[in-house]
């Protein structure tokens, strides 16, 4: 079982990239996926998430309207468009996967409810 997470860089401010999870097949249906980011003496952040069907979708505040989370069934892979990047949003980027019933119980915000993690990508925005 396994995820991880690429697409990573250094972006101006204002540009955008994209995150990919490559996923394993035994979690692919079973499991809402999420993203979430850490930045150096702070805690995990919740980015958004998607449910196993990708018809359920949340973010947290500070993203709406810029992130865009996505999955494809045909690669198993989990996306995340991050567009109108900011300084705050510099961090280390990880895909991360939660069982259904926890999803679909409002605990996609929350760490430790998340089964398998990716190793993290590095997301910098800096002029």
């Known amino acids: 079982v396994q995820l991880q997470a690429s697409g990573g860089g250094l972006v101006q401010p204002g540009g955008s990239l994209r995150l990919s999870c490559a996923v394993s097949?035994?979690?692919?249906?079973?499991?809402?996926l999420g993203w979430f980011r850490q930045v150096p003496g702070k805690e995990r952040e919740f980015v958004a998430a998607i449910s196993w069907s990708g018809g359920n979708k949340y973010y947290t505040d500070s993203v709406k309207g810029r992130f865009t989370i996505s999955r494809d069934n045909a690669k198993n892979t989990l996306y995340l468009q991050m567009d109108s990047l900011k300084p705050e949003d510099t961090a280390v980027y990880h895909c991360?996967?939660?069982?259904?019933?926890?999803?679909?119980?409002?605990?996609?915000?929350?760490?430790?409810?998340?089964?398998?993690w990716g190793q993290g990508t590095q997301v910098t925005v800096s002029s």
């Open positions: 097949p035994q979690l692919w249906y079973d499991y809402g």
């Open positions: 991360a996967a939660v069982k259904s019933d926890e999803y679909y119980r409002g605990k996609y915000k929350t760490p430790r409810f998340y089964d398998y």
